[in-house]
């Protein structure tokens, strides 16, 4: 069983910086599973923001390229995203998902992940 939690949300100004973390719990290693972010914003579906396929090819969304950077540190089996000039678009519930796929693929569609976190907000303010 995988078990996820984030952390680091919060409210910041428009322009602002925030880092959030995921701490995964996973039976194998952390190497052998894909892990991304997602959002969710109310009355919105959950859309992917970034992740990384378990061969480290990364993919970002067009709307966070170069603002948001996924990073991870595998020995501590935690995930980051790291982002940077925000915007009031980026309100929503953020999500870590993970899935121990048979074959690596880069993907951002919530649907290809099995395993989620139960989020953490982060809130823009103008």
């Known amino acids: 069983q995988v078990q996820l939690v984030e952390s680091g949300g919060g409210s910041v100004q428009v322009g602002g910086s925030l880092r959030l973390s995921c701490v995964a719990s996973t039976p194998y290693r952390y190497t052998e599973y894909s892990v991304g972010w997602f959002r969710q914003a109310p009355g919105l579906e959950r859309e992917g923001v970034a992740s990384?396929?378990?061969?480290?090819?990364?993919s970002y969304a067009d709307s966070v390229k170069g603002r948001f950077t996924i990073s991870k540190d595998n020995a501590k089996k935690t995930l980051y995203l790291q982002m940077n000039s925000l915007e009031s678009g980026d309100t929503a519930m953020y999500y870590c998902?993970?899935?121990?796929?048979?074959?690596?693929?880069?993907?951002?569609?919530?649907?290809?992940?099995?395993?989620w976190g139960q989020g953490t907000q982060v809130t823009l303010s103008s």
């Open positions: 998902a993970a899935i121990r796929p048979l074959v690596c693929r880069a993907t951002i569609t919530a649907a290809d992940f099995r395993w």
């Open positions: 990384f396929a378990c061969d480290g090819t990364i």
